[in-house]
């Protein structure tokens, strides 16, 4: 079995590139936080303090690990909060993708995906809703066809009925009941099943009715 290797990293530029400035731009400022902590205390200590000796030094770096423990929490928390913000962009339309599937699964085709405002799959929201006009107006053309089906059907029962047995007529009705199933067929010939062949089945020929 051969591993698929992935060979296009940028899928989604757009996407992609801004939660990649998002993760630099706290890389940044977390470097730069910590550069200023360590230069504000440990720096200025140092160069204020007359006659440095190894135990004063010590005490500075002490100080200085102590400082940078708090704002490494401080920043963690922050990074934390931020992360549930910027993050909740992605969580929440897949939250309402997942409702949306199961609302389609179970036959609701009316439902329809809706995201806030800023939240990011708005191109796969398009798709979706374009997915599910898709199958509703296949279903309803399916439906429309099967009406019509029956009414023939009833009509050429009717027919036999009546014991009015002229083969003209009823070889119009079976014409015609041959052209809905074909139309029918054509409906269903663009879905593609499992363990299927992919070449489109044969055309139905409405046979001769002789009566």
Known sequence: MTKHR???FLIK??????????IVSTMLVIA?????????????????????????LAEIFDDVNKVLIR???VFVMLIAILS?????KIAGPVYHFERSAKFIASGDLTHRVKLRYGDELRDLQDAFNQMTDSLRSMVGKDREIISRLIASGA?????????KLDPAEIELVAQELY???????KITAGFKLENE???????????KTTV
């Open 6 to 8: 992935r060979r296009t």
């Open 13 to 22: 530029t757009g996407l992609q590139l801004r939660y990649m400035g998002i």
């Open 32 to 56: 730069l936080g910590v550069g200023w902590i360590i230069y504000y205390t440990s720096w200025n200590r140092i160069s204020g303090t007359p006659d440095l000796t190894i135990d004063k």
């Open 71 to 73: 704002w490494v929490v």
């Open 84 to 88: 549930v913000f910027v993050s909740h």
């Open 155 to 163: 009509k050429l029962n009717d027919t036999i009925k009546r014991k």
């Open 179 to 185: 052209a809905i199933i074909e139309e029918l067929r």
């Open 197 to 207: 062949p992919s070449q489109t089945a044969p055309k139905i020929d409405s046979p």
